[in-house]
T-cell receptor
């Protein structure tokens, strides 16, 4: 099956620093990748849709200047949380859809971000 | 009203029991439906897609009622390993790729 690798799995950082999270599709090309955030005991909330070679589409209420997304190749998308604050602490999960089968999304293992 | 609503549970059942989860969605134009499973502190994993005719995969049966905008998941002969949170997921027609997740129903299967 399609494998999505997400790195790092866990990061602790100081308030004000930036954190980059990588999402890679290992055995398939992903024109579209998605970034979600999940707070404890809540559901996944889509933050943005990342399209290879073009600008990401952000959901309402998500600051594009704070959550920078780059999708420079068909196998890699990155999410950078800039000037992280404690309220940004969350579980960030990426997913990728197989080109031609966009309704099926395969998820990375997630990144747990703790901002001190 | 949430776009996808689920009973949060938890459902606490003994091994071998049959358990059913329900889900409702608000967008009548939604076109694709899924059940995902999420273990604690892990990523969601696709359990099964849901088709209008209903579909079965081993001990799992999914049903879709478009008229009532209702989706169900039935688990027969529950195993301890079925303990997880089950997420109802909908793909709205107005966006080809976006998935809307329900908040999940937690299942605990006890020995």
């Amino acid at each position: 099956g399609a494998v999505v690798s997400q790195h790092p799995s866990w990061v602790i950082c100081k308030s004000g620093t930036s954190v980059k999270i990588e999402c890679r599709s290992l055995d398939f090309q992903a024109t579209t990748m998605f970034w979600y955030r999940q707070f404890p005991k809540q559901s996944l909330m889509l933050m943005a849709t990342s399209n290879e070679g073009s600008k990401a589409t952000y959901e309402q209420g998500v600051e594009k200047d704070k959550f920078l997304i780059n999708h420079a190749s068909l196998t890699l998308s990155t999410l950078t949380v800039t000037s992280a604050h404690p309220e940004d602490s969350s579980f960030y999960i990426c997913s990728a859809s197989v080109t031609g089968a966009k309704n099926i999304q395969y998820f990375g293992a997630g990144t747990r971000l703790s901002v001190l | 009203r949430k776009e996808v609503e689920q009973d949060p549970g938890p459902f606490n059942v003994p091994e071998g029991a049959t358990v059913a989860f329900n889900c409702t969605y608000s967008n009548s134009a939604s076109q694709s439906f899924f059940w995902y499973r999420q273990d604690c502190r892990k990523e969601p994993k696709l359990l099964m897609s849901v088709y209008s005719s209903g579909n079965e995969d081993g001990r799992f049966t999914a049903q879709l009622n478009r008229a009532s905008q209702y989706i169900s998941l039935l688990i027969r002969d529950s195993k301890l390993s079925d303990s997880a949170t089950y997420l109802c997921v909908v793909n709205p027609r107005d966006s080809s790729y976006k998935l809307i997740f329900g908040s999940g129903t937690r299942l605990l299967v006890r020995p």
